[in-house]
């Protein structure tokens, strides 16, 4: 069952699709409305079932209960168990990390889990594997970079899948990890290779790999309206590329130590497209020494 809900961030009104200038009128949105329209963007993304929002199966959460379980914070290396620890009766936070995959499973080990997500069907979804599953969870909206909903303190365990890419600014996300997290709890983080923000969106589409974008690189900033308008009404979402100065050297000012980290690829052969050439993602193990 949920042990709570609660709304920390208002859905946007208008539906994407209703908005004829759209690039015109994105391109002179507020921040905060920018992370709206990816908060909307996550919700139509549940309805068209992106492999990022389908649920876990009763099969699976059946075989976790036992202790045979594996979770990805990129999309195809599972997190080393050693990572985690026992994860029984630990406190741990689902960071931007809704969809029904992540949390029940670490729940069904024996967690005390919290998702957090801007998208209220995302967190539908765990909502739905909860309640099916007769599972404890505890369910929180908002966003990645404010975390006021919790006291210093307040987990063992921070999880943050490959997310950060629909922030644009990073440093405030590591900085809330850290007054969130005990000392001696564990961020476990997955973030893009920046490099991917350098090849152009649509020909990666048609598989064709041409260097076009500088980085940093902002959708919302750097694209023509016309393509800015395809790119949305497709995807719904817009991205923003950070640096690995920001990614890993972030978490260190943050006051977080690093203690180890893998490579991923794309979903996919990693023959094909830009994993053919290079790892797409990375994911950290990084530490709470001590408080600050």
């Known amino acids: 069952m949920l042990t709570g809900f609660e709304q920390t961030a208002d859905i946007p009104t208008l539906w994407i ?23 909307r963007g ?10 990022w929002t389908c649920p876990v199966s009763s099969e699976q959460i059946g075989r976790a209960r036992v ?17 985690f620890g026992d994860v029984v009766g630990r406190d741990i936070l689902c960071l931007a990390s809704g969809g029904g995959q992540q949390a029940p499973i670490l729940a ?11 998208s209220l069907r995302q967190l539908g979804q765990d909502e739905m594997v909860a309640t099916r599953d007769g599972l404890q969870l505890t369910v ?19 999880f943050h899948p490959a997310s950060n890419c629909f922030a644009p600014e990073i440093e405030p996300v590591w900085k809330e990890c850290y007054r969130v997290l005990r000392t001696g709890g564990i961020l476990l983080a997955g973030f893009m290779n920046p490099d991917v923000f350098i090849f152009d969106r ?18 919302v900033r750097d694209l023509p309206a016309d393509e800015l308008d395809r790119l949305i009404r497709r995807d719904h979402v817009v991205e923003f590329s950070h640096s690995l100065e920001e990614q890993i050297g972030g978490q260190l ?40």
């Open 42 to 51: 996550w919700d139509l993304r549940v309805e068209e079932k992106d492999v």
């Open 140 to 158: 929180v909206q908002g966003f990645m970079h404010d975390l006021s909903a919790f006291s210093d303190e307040s987990f063992d365990v921070i």
């Open 67 to 83: 202790g045979d379980w594996s979770v990805v914070l990129t999309p195809n290396r599972p997190v080393p168990r050693k990572w």
């Open 17 to 39: 699709r209703e908005l004829p200038q759209l690039p015109i009128l994105v391109s002179t949105m507020p921040m905060e409305n920018i992370l709206k329209l990816n908060q």
């Open 108 to 118: 069904a080990a024996g967690a005390c889990v919290t998702v957090f997500d801007a």
């Open 202 to 219: 649509e020909a990666q589409d048609q598989g064709d790999l041409i260097v076009r974008h500088p980085l940093p690189h902002s959708e």
């Open 253 to 292: 000012r943050a006051g977080f130590v690093l203690t180890d980290m893998f490579e991923d690829r794309d979903y996919g052969l990693p023959t094909t497209g830009r994993s053919k050439f290079m790892p797409t993602l990375f994911a950290t193990k990084a530490m709470k020494l001590q408080r600050r």
